[in-house]
T-cell receptor
């Protein structure tokens, strides 16, 4: 049963510290998304990658957030320095978009990383 | 701009009742995709269904059914004979076709919290 995995599941840190969240997409999926869920804003897209190349990071605060895909099996989301307003659940999702596809493929979500910045 | 509205913030029903969760969307695209996800108390996001804008057939899967009406830009979700295990937050989401016809970023509604009481 293929799943998206995320680590860590929970992270508590102090303001100013660096936070790195990791995601392993489903094997064979070529698109990886990072979403953030907060009570106030709901679920919102931060960034996404296709074949490891960034396609859209307009939802991400550029000064402190960075997202990368070092290889096809690992996506990272880094916050440096972290702030209390970054406290949220961060979800990674992966999906497969085939060349010339006419139909969308489903995005499968990981369990999320619950981040608390004190 | 794309938008998804789930007007019902919370719904409470008694077990075995039928319940319909409403979803209204806005998009200027002619090709788009609609989704429902379930978020149980454990926090993960579970995929339920995906529809594309060219397929207005209603779908039934066990106790779940979906009514897609382009004329009213709605994609409503009905649970028949609800059970306690159906208690969760349900999200409706919309995505554009994307350059290759595949699903791109999801725009989520705020969610409807369903509580099924025994």
């Amino acid at each position: 049963d293929a799943r998206v995995t995320q680590t860590p599941r929970h992270k508590v840190t102090e303001m100013g510290q660096e936070v790195t969240m990791r995601c392993q997409p489903i094997l064979g999926h070529n698109t990886v998304f990072w979403y953030r869920q907060t009570m106030m804003q709901g679920l919102e897209l931060l960034a996404y990658f296709r074949n490891r190349a960034p396609l859209d990071d307009s939802g991400m605060p550029k000064d402190r957030f960075s997202a990368e895909m070092p290889d096809a099996t690992l996506a990272t989301l880094k916050i440096q320095p972290s702030e209390p307003r970054d406290s949220a659940v961060y979800f990674c999702a992966s999906g497969l978009v085939r060349d010339g596809a006419l139909h969308a493929d489903t995005q499968y979500f990981g369990p999320g990383t619950r981040l608390t910045v004190l | 701009a794309q938008k998804v509205t789930q007007a019902q913030t919370e719904i409470s029903v008694v077990e075995k009742e039928d319940v319909t969760l409403d979803c209204v969307y806005e998009t200027r695209d002619t090709t788009y995709y609609l989704f429902w996800y379930k978020q149980p108390p454990s926090g993960e996001l579970v995929f339920l269904i995906r529809r594309n804008s060219f397929d207005e057939q209603n779908e039934i899967s066990g106790r779940y059914s979906w009514n897609f009406q382009k004329s009213t830009s709605s994609f409503n979700f009905t649970i028949t004979a609800s059970q306690v295990v159906d208690s969760a937050v349900y999200f409706c989401a919309l995505s554009e076709a994307g350059a290759q016809g595949g699903s791109e970023k999801l725009v989520f509604g705020k969610g409807t919290k369903l509580t099924v009481n025994p």
